[in-house]
């Protein structure tokens, strides 16, 4: 079975931490996104990797960075969060030899910033 | 900005097939139409995609109009667990996939 996980599925933090959500996938997967999700936004690419230590931003990249430094783990990065941060946080991955882009997703990780 | 229109909801007895429409009438040539689902508090979940032949698989079938500007997903026998929020995207291979807000399918008892 395929297998993405998050760190935490709920975070609190407050204004002004540095937040770290982190994502596994067991899959040998040479992807991996990052998104968020809020209501009546849909699902909002913030950034994507293609290889170790290989990044790209995507649509709302403003207030976040990643780091890919092995093939499984893509971390998320909230350098000083803000409470418009509150979201929840999707992790994917795929495969970029495969016949398409399915992606295959985590839990989320829902955080609230205060 | 999402390439697909879909309806915001729809409503399926349990049982019944669920057909959910979907519109891409700028699809390029080299573009797939992939369909996922949200059940609530969970990721996505892949369902099927095709290019310009009609699928099936375990989970669905996708029927794909011969000009390619609409789609179809069709869950055959829909139960209570297939209620989530179904989306239907389009993109080329090697392109990041753009979510848009989806149908709500609601099935009913």
């Known amino acids: 079975d395929v297998k993405v996980t998050q760190s935490s599925r709920y975070l609190v933090k407050r204004t002004g931490e540095k937040v770290f959500l982190e994502c596994v996938q067991d899959m040998d997967h040479e992807n991996m996104f990052w998104y968020r999700q809020d209501p009546g936004l849909g699902l909002r690419l913030i950034y994507f990797?293609?290889?170790?230590?290989?990044?790209e931003k995507g649509d709302i990249p403003e207030g976040y960075s990643v780091s890919r430094e092995k093939k499984e783990r893509f971390s998320l990065i909230l350098e000083s969060a803000s409470t418009n941060q509150t979201s929840m946080y999707l992790c994917?991955?795929?495969?970029?030899?495969?016949?398409?882009?399915?992606?295959?997703f985590g839990p989320g990780t829902r955080l609230t910033v205060l | 900005d999402a390439k697909t229109t879909q309806p915001p909801s729809m409503d399926c007895a349990e049982g019944r097939a669920a057909n959910l429409p979907c519109n891409h009438s700028?699809?390029?040539?080299?573009?797939?139409v992939y369909w996922y689902r949200q059940i609530h508090s969970q990721g996505p979940q892949y369902i099927i995609h095709g290019l310009k032949n009609n699928e099936t698989n375990e989970m669905a079938s996708l029927i794909i109009t011969e000009d390619r500007k609409s789609s179809t997903l069709i869950l055959p026998h829909a139960t209570l667990r297939d209620t989530a929020v179904y989306y239907c995207?389009?993109?080329?291979?090697?392109?990041?996939?753009?979510f848009g807000a989806g149908t709500i399918l609601r099935v009913k008892s």
């Open positions: 700028t699809i390029s040539g080299n573009e797939y």
């Open positions: 990797s293609y290889d170790v230590k290989m990044k």
């Open positions: 994917a991955s795929s495969s970029r030899g495969g016949a398409t882009d399915t992606q295959y």
């Open positions: 995207i389009v993109g080329a291979y090697g392109n990041k996939l753009v």
